[in-house]
């Protein structure tokens, strides 16, 4: 089952505006990870924030984390046509000992179309 | 550094027959998992293997199993194929256990089954 959604569905901009998506979750995490997907193909990873970070940067991206909330957001700044692609948020659960098992759950997507 | 590869990339099958799918994880990474995504259920978690044993498991029916060999490559195996069974099944591996990095991600194995 999924672990929560992710809003909006869908999302249509311009090139060079920026696009944010938001991610809920349902249970305790230790982490969060957001991927992309360009359409029937694997996913890339974007990047992965845990429990206990409030804020991440990579480039163009920005993850902020929200652990009272249960809740995530993605920030691409300055978009481009070639980020047009599904975007998942993905919630690790579990321990963090070199034993635990590794299961990601997915949330429901959402899909970003960048105009030129 | 090479991908994670997962082989063949579409297949298609009839129903009733099996059908085995292999992923080679990333050099060094010993967890493979695997997962489902289909338009109606989205992606979800079928099971987890590390050090060729199975350490997790998804909601899924016993006609879907897994395998993982010594050198960290894995396959998974779907008997009695169903026309709910096509999917895009895909392959992550990962370095750590315990949650504290990323999973990569193949390509996928695109199964239709007619």
């Known amino acids: 089952s999924q672990q929560g959604e992710e809003d909006p569905q869908a999302l249509s901009i311009q090139e060079g505006e920026n696009a944010t998506m938001n991610c809920s979750y349902k249970?305790?995490?230790?982490?969060l990870q957001w991927y992309r997907q360009n359409s029937g193909r694997g996913l890339v990873h974007l990047i992965l924030?845990?429990?206990?970070?409030r804020e991440k940067h990579s480039g163009r991206l920005r993850v902020t984390l929200d652990t009272s909330k249960k809740s995530s957001s993605l920030l691409i700044t300055a978009s481009r046509a070639a980020d047009t692609a599904s975007y998942f948020c993905?919630?690790?659960?579990?321990?963090?000992?070199?034993?635990?098992?590794?299961?990601?759950?997915f949330g429901s997507g959402t899909q970003l179309t960048v105009l030129p | 550094k090479a991908g994670v590869t997962q082989t063949p990339r579409y297949l298609i099958k009839t129903r009733g027959q099996q059908v085995t799918l292999s992923c080679s994880p990333i050099?060094?990474?010993?967890?493979v998992s695997w997962y489902q995504q289909t338009p109606g259920q989205g992606l979800q978690f079928l099971f987890e293997?590390?050090?060729?044993?199975?350490?997790n498991k998804g909601n899924f029916p016993g006609r879907f199993s897994g395998r993982q060999f010594s050198n960290s490559r894995s396959e998974m195996n779907v008997s009695t194929l169903e026309l709910g069974d096509s999917a895009l099944y895909l392959c992550?591996?990962?370095?750590?256990?315990?949650?504290?990095?990323?999973?990569?991600f193949g390509q996928g194995t695109r199964l239709t089954v007619v």
């Open positions: 992550a591996s990962s370095s750590a256990a315990g949650g504290r990095t990323e999973a990569f």
């Open positions: 249970t305790s995490i230790n982490n």
């Open positions: 924030i845990r429990s206990n970070e």
């Open positions: 993905a919630t690790e659960q579990g321990g963090i000992s070199s034993g635990s098992a590794r299961q990601l759950t």
């Open positions: 050099s060094g990474h010993r967890s």
């Open positions: 293997y590390f050090s060729e044993t199975q350490r």
